[in-house]
């Protein structure tokens, strides 16, 4: 008698093998022990100015990004004049700030200037959040992108608001995961009475211009190993399926890695938590032409803080997690579901299916995914919306020629689910398909996914 046995999820399988033993199908077992959950590393970075206070203790939410208020007074208020005006690609802004000749001065100087702005708007024009803001909004955004590329100790920003800027500077570290030297910033509010006359800017540099360059060479040899393995002229799937495989193969998680919010810890250390995987995706996608950006929130079932990513594949918005698809972040376990120890079950997924899970808290909107057509399991043949036999046959000799580890299938319904269950586990035909005596299988039974080791 052929026995069939079951971990629901990754974690139940990873405990049987710990107390050496197997968990037997007609067990109940508690639904709640297929989830996998993320840990973000919340230690805050601070460095508060003498006299500041921090304004905002949650720190954003997604990031370890620390934002330090002071403000001071002055007597005397400008009246403003002409050059309050200045006319960009992106129309003609009038900077609120209210500021002396020589504060408009040192502006230009520190390249606020109509030509610098356009050529950010230029380098900007296809990112995600930037295309989101409103004109005045770019407006504080490419202020903020081109001080913080440019190591600018401090500048008058153009707004008055500290709420717009906070979206602006969200908007830039979202956007930019090549800007790893930024933690934060500390605005200065000069006030007249009750009214804020002009807001200075000034970036939280996280190390010196010289020390970024030194890193920022490590990463560029990190790049040129990923570009090896993938063509510039290959689609939009197979460059988002490449660059999930290259980072979770060459990446462990680990909530104690060094400049786990950043790429750094990816491309130099191979070690990090979401954030990492999350910004070090955007980045190598966005070498190779895809875009992607980064989208935060939480799990629902812990609250805990969570980042992934938002990506354009031909022409329509997916979500991809490449924390959950990795399986180290498991501690003390290495096992996947797939090629590696790979979890293919949040490559391309749909809103509906990734709120099962995750919950969207971004600080700007984020698109609603309906289309499935690029998603992992309909692109690879392993999507099933009936018991096809044929189909399933193709499923498992695929994996076995191509030496993977198990063969995943994913039905389109619950009905499907229970039927593929039926047929398979309940009547044994997975055996007709795998040359075994007995099975331990994982499912995933929120996004409707078996998966069957080869071995």
């Not at 955004?141 to 602006?168: G, V, W």
């Not at 031909?314 to 972040?329: K, R």
């Not at 191509?402 to 593929?420: A, P, R, T």
Request: glycine share 6%.
């Amino acid at each position: 008698m052929k026995k069939v046995y079951i971990g629901i999820g990754v974690l139940c399988l990873i405990l049987a093998l710990i107390i050496g033993g197997s968990v037997i199908i007609d067990k109940q077992l508690d639904k709640d022990s297929s989830f996998l959950s993320d840990h973000i590393d919340f230690d805050k970075y601070t460095s508060t100015a003498n006299g500041a206070k921090n304004t905002i203790g949650a720190i954003n939410g997604y990031t370890e990004m620390s934002i330090t208020e002071k403000e001071a007074k002055v007597s005397d208020v400008p009246d403003g004049g002409d050059y309050e005006i200045i006319v960009t690609d992106i129309g003609q802004i009038v900077v609120e700030a209210k500021l002396t000749e020589d504060e408009w001065a040192s502006r230009i100087k520190k390249g606020l200037t109509s030509e610098k702005i356009n050529e950010a708007n230029k380098e900007c024009s296809k990112l995600y959040y930037y295309g989101s803001l409103d004109q005045f909004s770019k407006q504080i955004y490419l202020e903020i992108y081109i001080s913080l590329k440019n190591y600018t100790d401090s500048f008058y920003i153009c707004s008055l608001s500290p709420e717009d800027i906070d979206i602006a500077f969200n908007a830039v570290m979202a956007d930019h995961p090549e800007i790893f030297y930024v933690n934060g910033y500390l605005f200065t509010k000069y006030t007249a009475g009750d009214e804020i006359v002009k807001i200075e800017f000034t970036p939280g540099f996280t190390m010196d211009a010289a020390t970024a360059k030194d890193c920022k060479k490590l990463v560029d040899e990190y790049e040129k190993a990923f570009m090896k393995g993938i063509s510039r002229t290959a689609s939009d799937y197979e460059k988002i399926k490449y660059t999930y495989e290259f980072i979770i193969l060459n990446t462990e998680y680990d909530i104690n890695s060094a400049e786990n919010q950043n790429i750094l810890s990816v491309c130099l250390y191979g070690k990090s938590v979401c954030q990492g995987y999350a910004k070090t995706f955007q980045y190598l996608l966005g070498k190779l032409g895809v875009q992607s950006t980064l989208v935060v929130g939480y799990i629902s079932r812990n609250n805990e803080g969570h980042a992934w990513n938002l990506v354009r594949c031909e022409g329509t918005y997916y979500y991809v997690d490449c924390t959950w698809g990795d399986s180290s972040y498991l501690q003390n376990a290495n096992l996947g579901t797939g090629k590696g120890g790979i979890n293919y079950d949040y490559l391309n997924i749909t809103t509906a299916e990734l709120e099962l899970t995750h919950v969207i808290d971004n600080f700007l909107p984020v698109p609603s995914c309906v289309n499935n057509k690029n998603n992992y399991y309909v692109k690879e043949g392993l999507y099933f919306k009936s018991v096809d036999q044929e189909a399933l046959a193709a499923a498992f000799s695929r994996s076995r020629q191509l030496g993977l580890e198990s063969v995943e299938i994913k039905c389109s319904s619950k009905q499907v689910y229970d039927d593929m269950k039926e047929y398979l586990i309940d009547e044994n035909h997975v055996f007709d398909y795998l040359d075994k005596e007995n099975l331990t299988y994982i499912q995933n039974p929120d996004l409707y996914i078996y998966s069957f080791p080869m071995d």
